[in-house]
């Protein structure tokens, strides 16, 4: 089988950076090896810079982001908890069937695809809710959510935020922001394959730690005993040594850059790309305030030569020029694209040679 | 931080094939960029070819072995179905555990720890249970547990089977002993590194899938859509593409072995091993007819020269000779060693280096 070199420009995976892929040949070793508690336990200290917090409980959950999110929600949802979920997108909507079924008491805040959620609406949607839950970097629409403002919610409310397509790409700040919990993915902004999800927990969501979760593999409360290495390493499952190698390099090679120089660059990255499209006559997608930079959704030209649809656009941008773009997700699939510059993928090299490729194809 | 190499001769992750750590170094593909689904589909029917089935249901599971377990409980049982679940040590234990937060009314057949369960008692614990379940390979003490006898069990009661230390190292035929639902991990006999856990549904264990299990990440209405190819590519959660990448190139390696000189290879070691330890005078734990080879376990001799006991020892071997083995678990933590050869660990200069190197240590 071939070995085909991508442009990976889709919403994640992005291209990972060089020092991650070596990192993948270090020697295995085991769960319970000293020399390998020492990697784990300062690839939790990075994660503790990349979220800014103090948070004890950091770690990688040993699963995807979607598995992060579910962790999120199991570990502290009781039956009948009122749940306050914005939804403006495909995980908006994935965080409430999860809620659901941990048992919680959904209530949707809803803004429409494309549109950021008032986090006052947020706030007003329950006088005491258990949790409110937002998207930060709604990956199916390519809008930031505002997170700052949920500090200021009741005593007791915890605060849950889907940073998998945040992390690393824009500002996050767990502490300052009061997050409780805030869960990532590797694939994205981190610059590391999918794998795993960094996650974190505040003293109160440990707190809220309910006793027995209905998932096993993700129950807290025997994971910590593994990770925090507060007493006795108590091995939980086994685990995934090598992602935990290629995401302490590439949380290594964010940290070596700085986070604000990361930032500046997906903002670099972004700002030129969104300015490249509408040169070329393009249209947004997401609403002009709150446009992710490592993630831009546009429109499908409306007014395109014969033969060419969404479908044979990306497929001649990943045939010809071995690039990766997305496609829009449910209403939007055939009329939105979905254009990632995430971590080692941020680069204006790409940039060019994307707007360079779309020229080409679309004869602009 | 320096990269110290093991012989990961523990419970398992055993050491990796040459071929697994290259395959690492693969350009990342989108998870689904036609490649891509092109090695996930390729690897899916080695997965087949290693497991001996035709089920359509067949793939790794995004998590490490216990990911594997949840999986396997959380999709097909309901609240008070009766599971009846085979108990000698602690993966048998950990069965009752996650089965009993899906809702399963779980009825234990114990057997003490180093002894095999009579399939049997398994047979008449219950008239007609949903599932029988069973750990096939025991890593906490190297039994192995007869499971082709279960073949004869009630029509309609799925039988499950833990194979995470059998898979590749000990004969395991689905199909043949009519096997519905079998998990395993990819840090052992599959000389791969801990990340992924393979799995396969029968057709009637398909049609016992509930609606909406607890789990979404482990969703098998959902993941089916996706692993499948059934109908459309439908995206559920980002698979970790550089796992399935060495996931690929390990059950390459073994399949270009060939599973019989597998188990060929992983006996005659075991055996080497068993007779060596023997010939040392140690005493071998678990009971002698039903012994793994890929994982021995044996008592830590009583009469130690002075200053040494099970951890002083365990750290000698580790930081002298780079060898890693495993400590007893539960009741034997301090009395029982385990050795493990699984995978590309299974070789004679392995035996013979532990061997040398115990005899070393121990003065013998």
Redesign the interface.
Same mark, same amino acid.
């Given at each position: @089988?071939? &070995?085909? $070199?991508?442009t990976?420009m889709?919403p994640? #995976?992005g291209?990972?950076y060089p020092e991650v892929?070596e990192a993948?040949?270090? #020697?295995?070793?085991?769960?319970?090896? #000293?020399?390998f508690i020492?990697?784990l336990d $300062?690839t939790n200290e990075r994660l503790r810079q990349v979220w800014r917090t103090e948070n004890r409980l950091t770690f990688p959950v040993?699963?995807?982001?979607?598995?992060g999110? $579910?962790a999120a929600f199991?570990n502290v949802v009781r039956p009948g908890d009122p749940v306050v979920i914005g939804v403006n997108g495909v995980f908006g909507e994935?965080m409430c069937?999860?809620a659901a079924?941990?048992g919680a008491d959904v209530i949707r805040v809803e803004a429409p695809w494309g549109q950021p959620i008032d986090p006052q609406r947020l706030l007003d949607a329950h006088p005491s809710p258990a949790i409110i839950a937002v998207v930060h970097a709604e990956t199916s629409t390519g809008v930031r959510n505002d997170v700052a403002p949920l500090a200021d919610r009741p005593d007791g409310t915890l605060l849950l935020v889907d940073c998998v397509t945040s992390l690393g790409g824009i500002p996050v700040t767990v502490d300052e922001w009061r997050v409780d919990i805030a869960y990532s993915?590797t694939?994205k902004c981190l610059g590391v #394959?999918?794998?795993l999800s960094p996650l974190t927990f505040s003293d109160a969501a440990v707190d809220r730690i309910v006793e027995?979760?209905?998932?096993?593999?993700l129950d807290l409360n025997m994971i910590a005993r593994y990770v925090t290495g507060e007493g006795a390493r108590a091995y &939980?499952?086994?685990?995934?040594?090598? @992602?935990i190698y290629?995401l302490h390099a590439g949380l290594g090679v964010l940290l070596d850059e700085g986070l604000d120089a990361s930032w500046a660059r997906h903002a670099a990255c972004g700002m030129a790309l969104h300015q490249g499209l509408e040169a070329m006559g393009m249209e947004l997608f997401a609403a002009d305030t709150h446009r992710l930079p490592e993630l831009t959704t546009v429109w499908v030209p409306e007014d395109l030569p014969d033969g060419l649809d969404d479908a044979t656009i990306r497929r001649t941008l990943?045939d010809t020029y071995g690039i $990766?773009i997305g496609g829009g997700l449910g209403e939007f699939a055939g009329r939105v694209w979905r254009i990632g510059l995430m971590g080692h993928t941020a680069r204006q090299r790409n940039v060019t040679l994307l707007l360079g490729a779309l020229g080409e194809v679309l004869g602009r």
């Open positions: @089988m071939p &070995h085909r $070199e991508r990976l889709g994640g #995976p291209n990972p892929i993948f040949s270090r #020697p295995v070793l085991g769960h319970l090896d #000293p020399d020492a990697l $300062e040993s699963g995807t982001g979607s598995a999110m $579910e199991v994935r069937d999860v079924r941990c993915g694939q #394959p999918p794998g027995r979760p209905s998932s096993w593999y &939980h499952h086994t685990a995934p040594i090598s @992602m290629a990943l $990766e």
